[in-house]
Nanobody, 121 residues
Framework: QVHLVESGGGLVQPGGSLRLSCAAS????????MGWYRQAPGKQRELVGV???????NYAESVKGRFTISRDNAKKTVYLQMNSLKPEDTAVYYC???????????????WGQGTQVTVSS
């Protein structure tokens, strides 16, 4: 019922920038939280940043001051602007959205397919 399309990953040198996008579509009533997670090889998936429906934002300590999460509710899209990238930021980045479905009214968490971000010289 929810389709997420991510874009914007790639290869970048240390100190560079990338912007990820995740657009949601489908049959849902509204979107609550929108967030980004990442998973590096051999590690567990971890939260990068999340923005709630009311606009509250939280970041992982490791990305504070370098990454900025934002959302465009009209476009049903969440963005992650990543600056001052480091090799340790290398991972597959996943978006996650919490939507509200109707009939019956309930919440559902859905994940994007993931996009690779590689930071290397």
């Amino acid at each position: 019922q929810v389709h997420l399309v991510e874009s914007g990953g790639g290869l970048v040198q240390p100190g560079g920038s990338l912007r990820l996008s995740c657009a949601a579509s489908g049959n849902f009533f509204s979107i609550n939280n929108m967030g980004w997670y990442r998973q590096a090889p051999g590690k567990q998936r971890e939260l990068v940043g999340v923005v709630t429906g009311s606009g509250n934002i939280n970041y992982a300590e490791s990305v504070k001051g370098r990454f900025t999460i934002s959302r465009d509710n009209a476009k049903k899209t969440v963005y992650l602007q990543m600056n001052s990238l480091k090799p340790e930021d290398t991972a597959v980045y996943y978006c996650k959205v919490r939507v509200v479905l109707s009939n019956p009214l309930r919440e559902s968490d859905d994940w994007g397919q993931g996009t690779q971000v590689t930071v290397s010289s």
